[in-house]
């Protein structure tokens, strides 16, 4: 491992983590599942009431959203943690915060980004004008790598434990509340035809703080499990 | 006195924060003398219980 | 002189006799001060003009909301030692804050509760404060969880701080994106008080007790402490020795 770059060694992490992801297709399509599930049960439970569900709307979808990466964490490090490559990892000569951001990357990627995709769909089902879709968009795209950086951190923390799930959720949540805020209130703003470049910068730049204070979090916890 | 028990009519609200803070305190007192009283019972009946084994097996060889 | 005390504070039976000798005193003075807080706060400060008898609720309210901010930073700055210096006695101090910081965030939380339903109307608002302090409650929650889900202490402890330092650095965050949502939303806004025209014989218990409450909680951290410790070193000699001089 030691003659690998750091370059190459986070390709190759990204890569593995992706190819057995595919592999896992069919888990990875539940949190997605999920996602669409629970919005689509809130105008069963509310009623089909077109400007109540265009209020609740933008809400609705980013807690689904939350749940559904919460679901999807578990599986983060989980594997690796049990065959021992998680191990194996901790000995590589590369700063371990840098390869950690490889297996965040790695799921992202296969939890976040559909999440992304299919959220127009969820918009229009919940009746969102077409401004509005595009912003929850754009916030998912911003705030579903947070929630990836900050679950990183919480599954690193609980991954030694038998029954770490439902103490993820509760370590976990609190700290996503202010992307619930600021993401869900753009979509609603901006469904108002309000200018919402304020709340968009606010979110980057929580991406931005995630981003460099996770993985060292994260590697920080790994070490702590893992001894 | 009855005045000062009454409270202006928010008797209920500030006996209430009071009383329950009141609670909330002592039960934090209690907390740690009970766990330090259970912890020492288990050490002592621990060591008894070596203590008795090294006498059976001192008499028995 | 000074090195060679602290140096001698981290060892565990040092510690333990030396927390045991402060806590009467503390505990003392700690009495001593809620007594003439509360005597001077619900006997001597007049009622509040607007407010009538119910402000006296501030306090508990007041002093529990500055206590439950104020330990929570305690305990992620012994964390961060922990962490850094690997000192065990920070660990033990970090663990043994978390549940009297949140006892300070429940009281916090239910007077406020108590205070908000004379004042607006309501049990509960969402109000940014609040909120915000609800939030702080899950954290402390979530530290304490994790520390006893985890079974080898030392490992718990460590987890336990990294939390706390990742909860830190969140809770600005939390709070300024709670009171920028809330403003947006036009809670119900009362100024509970004007703090530059607060009356001194309202101020003064008001201090007091927060005061007795900072010595309540360093009183009932090293209690907590000193059961941590007995309980991680329950294999070492003197723990046996005090076991037995306990029980004669």
New interface residues.
């Given amino acids: 491992m030691s003659d690998l770059s750091l370059r190459s060694a986070f390709a190759v992490l990204l890569k593995r983590d992706l190819v057995l992801a595919y592999r896992r297709r069919a888990e990875i399509a539940n949190p997605l599942l999920f996602f669409i599930l629970i919005t689509a049960l809130f105008p069963l439970g509310l009623g089909s009431n077109k400007p109540m569900l265009q209020a609740v709307g933008p809400g609705v979808i980013w807690v689904a959203a939350l749940l559904a990466a919460l679901l999807s964490l578990d599986g983060m490090f989980r594997s690796d943690f049990e065959d021992g490559s998680l191990e194996q990892l901790m000995l590589s000569s590369h700063p371990v915060s840098l390869l950690v951001v490889a297996k965040i990357s790695a799921h992202w990627l296969v939890t976040g980004l559909p999440l992304v995709v299919v959220a127009p769909l969820l918009g229009v089902l919940l009746s969102l004008p077409g401004d509005a879709i595009a912003v929850l968009v754009l916030t998912l795209l911003l705030g579903t790598p947070i929630l990836s950086l900050i679950g990183a951190v919480g599954v690193a923390l609980t991954v030694g434990l038998r029954r770490g799930g439902i103490i993820l959720s509760l370590l976990v949540l609190p700290l996503y509340v202010p992307v619930l805020i600021f993401a869900s209130d753009a979509v609603s703003t901006a469904a108002a035809g309000i200018p919402i470049t304020a709340q968009l910068y606010i979110i980057g730049a929580m991406l931005v703080l995630a981003l460099s204070l996770a993985p060292l979090a994260t590697a920080a916890s790994l070490r702590v499990s893992l001894s | 006195m009855a005045e ?1 028990f009454h ?4 008797a209920f ?2 006996w ?3 009383g ?2 009141a609670l ?2 002592v ?3 209690l ?3 009970w ?2 009283r259970r ?2 019972d288990e ?2 009946r621990k ?1 008894r219980r070596s203590r008795r084994q090294q006498e059976r097996a001192a008499r028995n060889s | 002189m000074f090195m060679r005390w602290f140096h001698e504070l981290g060892s565990p039976p040092y510690f333990y006799r030396f927390a045991g000798r402060l806590i009467p005193w503390l505990g003392g003075l700690c009495l001593v001060l809620l007594v003439t807080g509360l005597y001077l706060g619900l006997i001597v400060a007049p009622s509040d003009y607007q407010q009538g008898e119910s402000y006296r609720i501030i306090y508990i309210h007041v002093p529990s909301a500055w206590m439950s901010l104020f330990i929570y930073v305690v305990m992620a700055a012994c964390g961060a030692i922990a962490l850094i210096w690997r000192m065990k006695l920070a660990e033990v101090v970090a663990i043994s804050s978390a549940p009297v910081g949140a006892s300070f965030t429940f009281l916090a939380l239910v007077t406020g509760s108590l205070w908000g339903k004379p004042m607006w109307g309501t049990w509960w608002v969402w109000d940014a404060r609040l909120t915000s302090e609800l939030l702080l409650l899950f954290l402390y929650l979530g530290v304490i969880a994790l520390y006893s889900a985890i079974e080898d202490k030392r490992q718990a402890a460590r987890a336990a701080s990294i939390l706390a330092i990742v909860g830190v650095v969140n809770i600005p965050l939390i709070h300024y994106s709670v009171e920028w949502w809330n403003t947006l939303h036009q809670g119900p806004t009362v100024t509970k008080f004007d703090a530059p025209s607060i009356d001194v014989r309202m101020l003064v218990p008001l201090l007091i007790m927060a005061l007795a409450f900072k010595l309540f909680y360093i009183v009932n951290m090293l209690m907590r402490a000193r059961c941590e410790l007995l309980s991680r070193e329950r294999n070492s000699r003197w723990v046996a020795e005090l076991a037995e001089a306990d029980h004669g």
Avoid at chain 2, 7 to 10: E, P, Q, T, V
């Fill in positions: 000062f409270m202006g009519g928010y609200y500030v209430m924060s009071y329950i803070a909330v305190l039960a934090n007192l907390a740690p003398r766990q330090r912890l020492l050490l002592a060591a």
